[in-house]
């Protein structure tokens, strides 16, 4: 059992930069590809950032790439998604997931594990 605690959302200005981090229980962190999603209000679940089990691999969804970053410290059990340069387009709420899937890049919502409760992200223009 893992449980995933996401921080870091808020209300920002078209241009800025967020990082948000999702903190993972248990020793079984490294075991576990993470991912972050998120989801619009009336939009399916979408694909955000994933990053290996080593850390590694890192794969991206083609309308953050360039803008987001995803990384993983064992250390502190924690996942990030430095994201920047954002648009009023990612407001949504953002969601961290743990996945036991072989990597391949791409993971889909029905590949997911465990996920956090979400956190708010909100880009005015």
């Known amino acids: 059992q893992v449980q995933l605690v996401e921080s870091g959302g808020g209300l920002v200005q078209a241009g800025g930069s967020l990082r948000l981090s999702c903190a993972a229980s248990?020793?079984?962190?490294?075991?576990?590809?993470m991912v972050w999603f998120r989801q619009a209000p009336g939009k399916e679940r979408e694909f955000v950032a994933a990053i290996s089990r080593s850390g590694g691999s890192t794969s991206y969804a083609d309308f953050v790439k360039g803008r987001f970053t995803i990384s993983r410290d064992y250390a502190k059990n924690t996942v990030y998604l430095q994201m920047n340069s954002l648009k009023p387009e990612d407001t949504a709420v953002y969601y961290c997931?743990?996945?036991?899937?072989?990597?391949?890049?791409?993971?889909?919502?029905?590949?997911?594990?465990?996920w956090g409760q979400g956190t708010q992200v909100t880009v005015s223009s």
């Open positions: 248990g020793r079984t962190f490294p075991t576990y590809i």
């Open positions: 997931a743990a996945s036991t899937l072989s990597w391949r890049g791409l993971v889909r919502p029905s590949e997911i594990d465990y």
